[in-house]
Each structure stands twice: as structure tokens, then as C-alpha cells.
């Protein structure tokens, strides 16, 4: 079966980092993407990075741009999220998404169970 098991969270000063991950497993070869999302109390659930398997192409919620840099391990199947110069604004819950593509059963997408950042002084 699909698993996505996350792991990394915590309670950080302002400024300070964390290092996401989120392991895969039970995936084909046709996983497309890993992306990254956040929701915070009262708020939508917003992507804040993906990056495309094979092709290694990034992209991040300009919120997010120059703090935070997400990143794979193909031979772990892990994908990372490092978060940098972290502010109160980044508090949320963090979850991890995989969208594979696969004949006879199409687009499917795979959550992990997320992960608390706490960003406090």
C-alpha cells in the first residue's frame, strides 16, 4: 500500500530552522511530484514547494521563496522541505503530497499525516 510517513516537526524561535521529511513507500515509477502544504488555524490549505520527479524542477509560494528549499532522495524515496528564517507566519500544520499517475487508474493523489510547526519566542 501507499505510505506517506512524515516526520521533523516541532517548536522553533523566530529565525530559527526545521527540517522536514517525508518518506514514500509502496509507489510505482510513476510518482510526478512531491509538493509540500501548510494549514494554519482559519486559513485554506496552500501549497508552499513541490518539485517534479525525474526533471528535479522546484517551485515555492512566494511566501516561502529564499527561506525555504525542498529537495528529494531518490534512493531513500524521501523528499525534505528545509525551512529557514522561520516567523510566526509559518506556523501551521505541515503536510506532505505525492501525484502519481499510473494506466487503468490515472491521476491519484497521496497524503501524508501531517506534522505541527510551532514558530514562538
Known amino acids: 500500500q501507499v505510505q506517506l510517513v512524515q516526520s521533523g516537526g516541532g517548536l522553533v524561535q523566530p529565525g530559527g530552522s526545521l527540517r522536514l521529511s517525508c518518506a514514500a513507500s509502496?509507489?510505482?515509477?510513476?510518482?510526478?511530484?512531491m509538493s509540500w502544504y501548510r494549514q494554519a488555524p482559519g486559513k485554506e490549505r496552500e501549497m508552499v514547494a513541490s518539485?517534479?520527479?525525474?526533471?528535479?524542477?522546484?517551485n515555492y509560494a512566494d511566501s516561502v521563496k529564499g527561506r525555504f528549499t525542498i529537495s528529494g532522495d531518490n534512493a531513500k524515496n524521501t523528499v525534505y522541505l528545509q525551512m529557514n528564517s522561520l516567523k510566526p507566519e509559518d506556523m501551521a500544520v505541515y503536510y506532505c503530497?505525492?501525484?502519481?499517475?499510473?494506466?487503468?487508474?490515472?491521476?491519484?493523489?497521496?497524503w501524508g499525516q501531517g506534522t505541527q510547526v510551532t514558530v514562538s519566542s
Open positions: 503530497r505525492a501525484h502519481t499517475v499510473s494506466i487503468g487508474v490515472g491521476n491519484q493523489l497521496y
Open positions: 509502496g509507489f510505482t515509477s510513476s510518482t510526478l511530484s
Open positions: 518539485i517534479t520527479i525525474g526533471g528535479g524542477t522546484t
